[in-house]
């Protein structure tokens, strides 16, 4: 069965997390975990609408976005606006998954880019590392994950 292959990565995974010192869940925003926030100097909608342009300026495609505020509002929750946004490369995705090994990745594929407001009423943009996450895998994973990374970033820059 193939899923024998997945314990070696959940072991190089578990293992990075143990050793880049990510041990809870409620660690604060920073490099030494797997998630980045920044905080945006201009309202929710003025930070949606400037990402939303900026994405494709830059030849990324939303394939959906979550209004994760608006759907949580059907269930009777009331929490501040979340917006979670799957991006797409189609020059970055097509590396990792026309190849067999590398495949195992697409299960964090697409990106995803949040922006949020939180109680202070600033609003705010997070995502993965996927740099630090992919250094353990090395090779193309790591190749096409940092530079996918890094045209996110520039994209954050762009908008906060």
């Known amino acids: 069965m193939n899923s024998i292959r997945i314990i070696p990565v959940f072991i190089t995974i578990l293992s990075f997390l143990f050793l880049s ?18 905080r945006s100097s201009h309202s929710f909608d003025q930070t949606v609408e400037s990402f939303e342009q900026k994405v494709a300026e830059a030849g990324w495609s939303i394939i959906t976005v979550h209004n994760m505020s608006a759907t949580l509002n059907q269930h009777g929750h009331d929490v501040n606006e979340v917006k979670v946004f799957e991006l797409c490369s189609a020059r970055y995705s097509v590396e990792i998954l026309k190849l067999d090994d590398e495949r195992i990745i697409s299960a964090l594929m697409p990106c995803r880019v949040a922006i949020y407001k939180k109680s202070d009423g600033y609003t705010y943009i997070s995502r993965m590392d996927n740099e630090a996450f992919a250094r353990p895998f090395g090779g193309v994973i790591h190749e096409v994950m940092t530079q996918a990374a890094g045209d996110i970033e520039e994209i954050i820059a762009e908008v906060i």
Request: hydrophobic share 40%.
């Open 21 to 38: 010192g990510f041990t809870t869940l409620d660690a604060p925003a920073s490099s030494d975990n797997m998630m980045l926030e920044d």
